[in-house]
């Protein structure tokens, strides 16, 4: 049993995650009109993470006993500029995640709620993750600057990035 509060912040975080994916999708989408395949490849795969992880969200729901409420969310941000500008777009993205994360594991610590404490803790480590990822790609990027050989040896190795639940 979980208090109204926590039951709604899990399914906010829920439905974010959600909306992640389709933030993500707009960023492939980008990537893939500007015949940028590897690119589109690894935000593609990057929606596909974000759903694993509104579905977590969504057993753990179910697991505690309590009903998950499907939302409808805000258009994702479909105008970028450049690569760079989607990475660190993205990188903004999980900043914003890392937050409602640490929002939501304070409620659960206010509580006591044990359980979700410890749910919320894979989260919390996946968050370093996945900032140290987009922000070690914008370094890459900022490095690459003008060498488009190096710039599409980058968009080949993400053309070879896939998801994989176990290695999440
Ligand atoms: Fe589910 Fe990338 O945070």
Not at 48 to 75: L, Q, S, V
Not at 116 to 121: E, G, Y
Request: charged fraction near 30%; include cysteine.
């Amino acid at each position: 049993m979980l208090s109204d509060k926590l039951l709604k912040g899990l399914n906010e975080q829920m439905n974010y995650e959600f909306y992640s994916a389709h933030a993500y999708m707009a960023m492939a989408a980008y990537c893939s009109s500007e015949s940028l395949d590897g690119f589109a490849n690894f935000f593609l795969v990057q929606a596909e993470e974000e759903r694993f992880h509104a579905m977590k969200f969504y057993n753990f729901i179910n697991a505690m006993g309590e009903r998950a409420t499907i939302a409808g969310f805000d258009c994702p941000n479909n105008d970028f500029t450049s690569v760079l500008d989607v990475f660190e777009k993205a990188l903004g993205q999980e900043k914003e995640v890392t937050k409602r994360i640490y929002q939501l594991s304070d409620v659960a610590w206010d509580e006591r709620e044990h359980a979700t404490i410890n749910f919320l803790k894979w989260f919390i480590d996946e968050q370093v993750e996945e900032e140290d990822m987009f922000d070690s790609i914008i370094q890459k990027l900022k490095r690459i600057d003008n060498d488009s050989n190096a710039f599409f040896m980058l968009d080949n190795e993400f053309s070879k990035r896939s998801f994989s639940p176990e290695s999440e």
